[in-house]
């Protein structure tokens, strides 16, 4: 089965079809007004140029962001670190988040509270993209600790069986593009906490 495409991928098929665009709608329409195939390949040439800068840029900024999230860090992270580091994020977001004991977690890795709802969640810190067997796990894991909510998070990506099952099980999926959101967000109320700390300490 086709796997759900990540962001970057989509973002990369976007940019060819529109240089392809620009090439072609820059030599007809030049063609169309001159009757000039020099000009017309002229300008066709200097859409497409246009189009990569534009893409280049883009995912220079990209690149920018992703090393300000710190998701390079997690990359080098075993599985245990990455659990520990998911219990950090998810306090930054207002959960009471426990880590579970390594051997016999019953598929959760961490059990958090929040609101009155209990959520498990299974940390998958992969290369590859995560298949049947996570969704599986803490779908079991949801009824053995009575939660509400069962989640995977992982700094990689899903398998479409991965999604399709997650979707009709309702459990929540949390791919790479998503928990850099999340990192991004902690590391900003960071920073800001760290500015109002400074202004305080100042006064």
């Known amino acids: 089965m086709a ?3 990540s962001k970057k991928k989509q973002e990369e098929e976007l940019f060819q ?16 007004l001159t009757s000039s ?20 840029s883009i995912q220079r900024k990209r ?17 245990v670190q990455f659990e520990h580091y998911l219990g950090h994020l998810f306090r930054s ?4 988040a426990e880590v579970t ?4 977690d019953f598929g959760a890795d961490l059990v958090m509270s929040k609101d009155g709802k209990r959520i498990v969640v299974q940390a998958k810190r992969y290369k590859k993209n995560v298949g049947l067997k996570a969704v599986q796990e803490v779908q079991g ?7 509400t909510s069962a989640w995977v998070v992982t700094n990689s990506n899903f398998t ?5 099952l997650a979707k009709s099980n309702g459990v929540r999926l949390i791919s790479r593009d998503e928990l850099v959101e999340m990192l991004l967000v902690m590391k900003e109320k960071l920073t800001n906490s760290k500015k109002s700390g400074n202004v305080k300490t100042s006064a």
Do not use: C, N, P
């Open 3 to 5: 796997r759900k495409k």
């Open 17 to 32: 079809g529109l240089a392809g665009m620009a090439m072609l709608g820059g030599i007809a329409g030049t063609y169309s």
């Open 37 to 56: 195939w020099q000009a017309s390949l002229i300008v066709g040439f200097i859409g497409v140029v246009g189009v990569i800068v534009l893409m280049v």
């Open 63 to 79: 690149a920018e962001r992703l090393k300000r999230s710190g998701i390079a860090e997690i990359d080098q992270m075993d599985g």
């Open 93 to 96: 977001q207002g959960y009471k």
């Open 101 to 104: 004991k390594a051997a016999g």
């Open 141 to 147: 894991a949801r009824a053995h600790y009575k939660a």
């Open 160 to 164: 479409q069986q991965a999604y399709e």
